[in-house]
């Protein structure tokens, strides 16, 4: 089976989660610089199966498109162009941050390791993923 690939995108990193071979278990893969973003998905593309990206849709408390939306909106048209095979579907991605530093403080990270927002943003892509699957699993 295809593994799924998440996308947390932001203006300077964005942090990436996968699936197993079987579309179970979402784990985080990396952050990137998001000027490396390309680079990093052409290279992992060739080395594994994905036919579906999901990309995190800014949105705020009122379910209106957020300030980042035009930029998330404009890299989802780069990602469709550069690789047309593979499926993008959008998921909101409220709350996913705060989640993401939740579990940081509940698995006992030190305040020095909470600092990181790139674990932040990979965790964030981590929980967006997982949460999509438990959604298909229904």
Request: aromatic share 8%.
């Amino acid at each position: 089976m295809p593994r799924i690939l998440a996308l947390d995108y932001g203006r300077k990193r964005t942090g990436i989660a996968v699936t197993d071979d079987l579309q179970i278990i979402a784990s985080g893969l990396t952050t990137v610089d998001t000027a490396q973003l390309f680079p990093f998905l052409v290279d992992y593309f060739k080395k594994e199966d994905v036919r579906k990206v999901l990309i995190g849709e800014p949105k705020q408390m009122n379910g209106l498109p957020s300030e980042s939306a035009p930029l998330v909106a404009a890299f989802v048209v780069q990602f469709q162009a550069a690789f047309p095979d593979i499926v993008v579907e959008r998921v909101d991605e409220r709350f996913t941050s705060k989640m993401a530093f939740q579990t940081m403080i509940d698995s006992g990270l030190s305040k020095k390791q909470r600092q990181n927002k790139g674990l932040v943003d990979e965790i964030a892509a981590t929980i967006l993923l997982q949460d999509y699957l438990s959604r298909k699993m229904i």
